[in-house]
């Protein structure tokens, strides 16, 4: 077959391919994903606020995973960063927000218990082991990671969110 | 050779980063009197232009300015800023008398996210939170307070009294 006529099939094919694939999205199919519930999330909220939510990275209302509370963007346009304290309307703003990123992995984790939570996209991303600009906020086993990783299993223990510290590290013999 | 001139405009003008642009169009002009410098656009987020890939020569990894009071915008001279990077590495800088304060590039690269405090005097006001990224102040203090800003930075209350000024 000559290379011309080899490519006028192979254009053939894609244009098929493209055709089908129009013709087979259905704008009004819905899918129902079950995901971990917003009843336990708010110690979740809390620790995403500190490590995430900062008004320059996921507290920025040009973020696709927008993190709302008191020192960062504020669902409330009465509201200012800095005061008052995280409302419930943000909790639920920000677990809205979280939980539409990747759904479908998010379920299929959740359906699991929990099983290999870096299908997740969010746990790839605050694990560092997917490329993210913010690098890595909640390395894996650290009381933060399993504070998310029990959430998306169904823990109902947000302990272990509240073991985690972060803040400023000076080095041995230096204050801050 | 007037294919290549389109050309090179094209590419020229492909190059240029429209979201910098705007930010830097939105800064406006310099004020009257002040030329370009270190007390030149006081409050503004001074790495649009001094960041890595902004068009001044100087680059910083922060900069901004400080005010006495909340409420009030006097500036700040002599205030200390200290930094302190996800690695434990320290630095530290003073405000001039236009309240601002820079970082060279060189002089301070930091393991992101960073803390910081600025100090004077018995007064210490320390960030809540870190900077995951961002190195303009200005960026994230504008004033007024809006739910995405937190108003300027400022060291005492209002209460506080302060040295006056002396900037040319």
């Known amino acids: 077959m000559s290379t011309r006529r080899t490519l006028s099939v192979a254009a053939l094919l894609v244009a098929g391919a493209l055709v089908a694939g129009c013709e087979q999205y259905d704008g009004n199919s819905t899918t129902t994903v079950a995901v971990p519930p917003r009843e336990t999330f708010a110690p979740v909220a809390a620790l995403l606020e500190s490590h995430c939510g900062t008004l320059d990275c996921h507290g920025s209302p040009a973020r696709n995973l927008r993190i709302y509370g008191v020192n960062g963007l504020r669902a409330n346009g009465n509201s200012v960063t800095g005061s008052p304290d995280t409302t419930e309307e943000e909790v639920d703003r920000t677990y809205e927000s979280l939980v539409s990123v990747d759904p479908e992995h998010l379920g299929a984790v959740f359906a699991e218990s929990g099983r290999d939570p870096e299908r997740w996209l969010v746990i790839r991303k605050s694990r560092g082991t997917e490329l993210h600009t913010g690098g890595t906020p909640l390395p894996a086993g650290e009381p933060g990671d399993r504070c998310l990783t029990g959430w998306i299993a169904g823990g109902t223990d947000g302990g272990v969110c509240t073991e985690d510290d972060f803040g400023p590290k000076p080095r041995a013999g230096e204050t801050w | ?168």
């Open chain 2, 1 to 168: 050779m007037t294919r290549y001139g389109l050309l090179l405009g094209l590419l020229a003008a492909a190059c240029s980063d429209p979201i910098r642009t705007r930010a830097m169009d939105e800064l406006g002009g310099e004020a009257p009197g002040v030329p370009a410098g270190p007390l030149h656009r006081p409050g503004q987020p001074c790495l649009v232009c001094h960041g890595e890939d902004g068009p001044s020569e100087s680059r910083f990894s922060f900069a901004g300015t400080i005010y006495a009071r909340p409420s009030t915008a006097e500036p700040l001279a002599g205030a200390r800023v200290r930094f302190i990077d996800s690695s434990g590495a320290q630095y530290a800088v003073s405000s001039n008398c236009a309240g601002t304060f820079y970082v060279g590039d060189t002089n301070f690269r930091p393991v992101w996210p960073v803390w910081m405090k600025v100090e004077f005097g018995d007064l210490t006001q320390e960030m809540v939170t870190p900077s995951f990224r961002e190195g303009s102040c200005g960026a994230c203090h504008q004033d007024p307070a809006t739910p995405t800003s937190v108003g300027h930075l400022y060291v005492g209350d209002d209460r506080s009294t302060f040295p006056k000024g002396n900037c040319p």
